[in-house]
């Protein structure tokens, strides 16, 4: 090698348009050649991320723009890399290649995957310095915390609602969408997430495998029994910030934080109505509807919620009492 080389690879005498280019020219900001492997010297002008890589920072800087050159050929899905939109196409096939090697558990992404192993471990490392919470990976602690510290750093572009993951966020943006890419094989049912195919699955089975050994609740779902099994433990271990209010899971703590912050994130879209729980939406879009599920078996009185036809069915039993 000649000297021109070795200094070349060493780092010196690069000249100002080599440095340049390997940078990502006007993309971000230009730094002194001497760096540490430590630092991150590819900075962000739109906003305070910083990289080590300059492929990471290219990366980034598709988050500030509204381009989304990537579209999905079977639905209306389109995103702005390569590897999400690979991600998107295996959800429509029932393809899952990727199998634990303790259980029958099988996914269609190697990440999923790694994370499902973890549940074979009964090690829980991480723990919460607010409430009595461990798990088992510091991105779970890191979430969790955001339950007490309010932070929801995931915000809607369409409207004012915000999470505290980038994947609810994903789910969230599927009510603009209409995106119902998990379909059921026994029906024509689709949902916008694995979990709620899941949940609905077990409809079309009469199978309830998961047992109580303190009553006799049973149920289709692990993650019910575990809830139900706080009832007998008396464990509330999400725990409100603002007040000495406790639960037993983490969106009744949801629910219970948006009394203090006054968040009505369920807005309808027929009026200027807002609201706190979806279930009070759910109930409020009926007047617009029409609909009046809940029938009187005793004259042809009909409404919208089942409190109200309790009060309406009471006057039925005073008169039946009066006679």
């Known amino acids: 090698q000649s000297e021109d080389d070795v200094k070349t690879h060493k780092g010196e ?6 440095i340049g280019a390997c940078r990502g020219e006007n993309n971000f900001e230009r730094i002194p ?17 910083s990289s080590k890589s300059s492929s990471y920072m290219k ?40 199998k634990c090697s303790e259980c029958n558990y099988t996914c269609k992404w190697p990440g999923v995957l790694k994370k499902h192993e973890v549940i074979h471990s009964f090690d829980k490392p ?24 309010g932070e929801r750093p995931f915000k809607c572009s369409e409207c004012n609602f915000s999470c505290v993951t980038s994947g609810n966020l ?48 049973s149920c289709k779902l ?4 575990n809830c139900h ?13 603002e007040c000495n209010y406790c639960c037993t899971q983490s969106g009744h703590l949801i629910r219970h934080m948006r009394m203090h912050t ?17 279930g009070d939406l759910k109930r409020h879009m009926k007047i617009h509807t029409g609909e009046k599920p809940y029938k009187c078996s005793e004259c042809d009185y009909s409404c919208i919620k089942a409190g109200t036809l309790l009060r309406h069915m009471k006057t039925h039993w005073r008169k039946a009492k009066l006679i």
């Open 126 to 149: 991480y723990e919460c310095y607010v409430c009595n919470y461990k798990c088992k990976t510091s991105s779970c602690l890191k979430t969790h915390i955001r339950i007490h510290t």
């Open 222 to 225: 692990a993650r019910d029994l």
């Open 170 to 217: 994903k789910i969230h943006l599927r009510s603009h969408t209409g995106e119902k890419p998990y379909k059921c094989s026994e029906c024509n049912y689709s949902a916008r997430t694995s979990g709620e195919l899941t949940r609905h699955k077990v409809t079309h089975s009469l199978d309830r495998p998961y047992k109580c050994s303190e009553c006799n609740y």
């Open 59 to 98: 990366l980034h800087l598709l988050t500030h723009s509204d381009n989304r050159p990537y579209k999905c050929s079977e639905c209306s899905y389109s995103c702005k890399s390569s590897g999400n939109l690979n991600k998107h196409m295996s959800t429509h096939s029932d393809e899952k290649p990727y």
């Open 33 to 49: 050649v001497a760096v540490s492997c430590a630092e991150k010297p590819y900075k962000c002008s739109e906003c305070s991320y």
């Open 13 to 18: 005498d690069q000249s100002e348009d080599h």
């Open 229 to 241: 099994l706080r009832i007998h433990t008396g464990e509330k271990p999400y725990k409100c910030r």
């Open 262 to 278: 006054g968040e009505k994130p369920f807005k309808c879209v027929e009026c200027n109505f807002s609201t706190s729980q979806s």
